[in-house]
């Protein structure tokens, strides 16, 4: 029980429960200080009176700690361990938000003229061109405001390429089946047809690539969506091939960039032959993401796909001044509003800024080693299918186990992530991409003192699912809400105030 208690310190999840705002109502106590009536009294329209007619009172400082204690309660980045795999919650440095809320930059309209916003334009241009570097391509758009909206974009860039060279029939795209659920879906809204190619031990299977291209007909492939490292937290090793294959049959690699973290710096997704790739960039260079927002996706792409990119473009004029350019003859239109998704860009570009080359290969290998380590110490409890280091098998910047072993001594997986919920760890994503999986992702910004601890947490669980099975069954014990119908939260959630 002692990693429980030291576990359960640093935690900040666990709090008696909070009575509603309104049980709190203290009579004829008034929170707010209001200047005297200076206008004449009217009566508020009966329409827009709204509905609550008892409004709690209650004093300003009550107020504060209330709220306070509320999102005390929340499961954060800041407060907690987060190993969601596949989302990359690392931390997100405090400068980059004051830079994202400076009046300057979070003040302006998007309807400005050019000349009165030259220092937003400068720094989107920079980031575009950061971004271009990295990804060891030609050129970037920023327009895209998520990753899915990336491929999406991606691929209409792809289509008007290939509609432009007289090759409208290439409609099908090729997923591997560990292939991120937004894949197929931006395909769909995309008009294309998807083709599953097979993965053996998380890797391409080359032999199946080439029966798919063989049965579809080479002439009618657009492209193949890989994400490298893939989502079983393993580099493709044959990514190169793999872009050969494809380029051999005429179509174009697309590299859905999400697991960039892992490759930071070392590898570029242009020199192992991506036509096309999205950033995540609310993941790979920090924003606060969760939720379903906000995010940015902007994609990169070789010359000959660079004329089809949306609209506009920010550019750098001979003089040194920054314009959008908004008039592409072959672009495939605008995506988006304005812009891009200016204050998400401004964190990248401010992270990307303060961790220069070094800095950059510096995240991709801690968080390549972090990954490693955990896997390393765990993999003796929790079995990893991927994972075997005697034999040469690493992870990339995430693992998946699958705890059969604890399985089959009568707990179920939500079991075991409703206990690490107790010991103050946010479950990692799990059943995807494989049945019964956890899916690992520490980030490079945990301290080695964190990996510990939540080593010492899964260990603590393994050990009590042989010996105090019961207490892994009930769980989560130590939080405000123990086990919630989640699926009817999502379908039929009832809104109140708290
Ligand atoms: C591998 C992969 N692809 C695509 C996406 C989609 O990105 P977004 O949620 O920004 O649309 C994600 C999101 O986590 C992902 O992990």
Redesign the pocket.
């Known amino acids: 029980m002692k990693i429980l208690e030291v576990v359960k310190k640093q935690s900040r999840g666990c709090k008696p429960t909070e009575p509603l705002i309104f049980e709190k109502h203290v009579e004829h106590v008034v929170g707010v200080d209001l200047p005297p009536l200076d206008v004449q009294e009217t009566k508020v329209p009966s329409g827009l009176a709204g509905g609550c007619k008892t409004l709690p009172s209650f004093g300003q400082h009550d107020v504060m700690a209330h709220y306070t204690h509320l999102s005390d309660r929340n499961f954060s980045v800041d407060g907690n361990f987060y190993p969601l795999g ?2 990359t919650m690392k931390h997100n440095p405090r400068v980059n938000e004051w830079g994202a809320a400076l009046p300057g930059f979070a003040c302006l309209h998007p309807l400005q003229d050019e000349d009165t916003i030259q220092g937003a334009l400068r720094l989107l241009y920079e980031t575009r061109t950061m971004l271009e570097e990295i990804a060891g391509l030609h050129e970037v758009s920023l327009q895209p405001a ?4 990336g ?1 999406f974009t991606a691929l209409k860039v792809i289509r008007a390429y290939f509609a432009d060279h007289g090759q409208s029939e290439r409609t099908v795209v090729l997923a591997a089946d560990t292939a ?1 659920g ?2 197929p879906a931006s395909c769909t809204m995309c008009g294309a047809s998807v083709q599953t190619v097979k993965t053996v031990d998380g890797q391409t299977d080359l032999e199946h690539l080439k029966e798919v291209i063989e049965s579809v007909g080479a002439e009618n492939i657009a492209a193949f969506m890989i ?1 490298n490292p893939s ?1 079983a937290g393993l580099f493709d090793a044959n990514i190169k091939e793999i872009a050969d294959i494809m380029h051999e049959a005429g179509a174009k690699l697309y590299l ?1 960039g ?2 960039m973290n892992a490759l930071l710096g070392r590898v570029r997704p242009g020199d192992f032959g991506a036509d096309a790739m999205h950033y ?1 960039t ?2 790979t260079f920090s924003t606060p993401h969760g939720g379903g927002g906000p ?1 940015s ?1 902007p994609i990169a792409v070789t010359e000959e796909l660079a004329p089809y990119l949306p609209v506009p473009q920010v550019m750098m004029a001979d003089d040194g001044s920054f314009y959008l350019d908004r008039d592409r003859e072959k672009t495939i239109g605008k995506v988006r509003s304005f812009i891009g998704q200016f204050g998400v860009l401004v964190r990248c570009w401010a992270y990307i800024s303060a961790c220069g080359p070094n800095g950059l290969r510096n995240v991709s290998e801690t968080a390549v080693l972090n990954a490693n380590y955990i896997a390393a110490k765990l993999c003796g409890r929790y079995s990893m299918p991927f994972f075997d280091p005697k034999n040469g098998k690493f992870c990339a910047h995430e693992f998946v186990t699958v705890p059969q072993d604890l399985l089959d001594k009568g707990v179920t997986l939500i079991d075991i992530t409703k206990r690490m919920i107790d010991y103050g760890v946010h479950p990692p994503t799990m059943h995807w991409p494989i049945h019964d999986c956890l899916m690992v992702e520490p980030t490079e910004t945990e301290s080695k003192a964190a990996l510990d601890s939540f080593i010492d947490v899964m260990l603590q669980i393994a050990d009590e699912i042989s010996s105090e099975i019961e207490l892994v069954i009930k769980a989560p014990l130590e939080s405000d809400i123990a086990r919630a119908d989640e699926v009817a939260a999502a379908r039929k959630p009832i809104i109140a105030f708290k």
Do not use: F, I, L, V
Request: hydrophobic share 15%.
């Open positions: 596949s989302c998520a990753g899915a909206h491929e991120h937004t894949n994400t989502t859905d999400a697991n995540n609310h993941k995010g996706g």
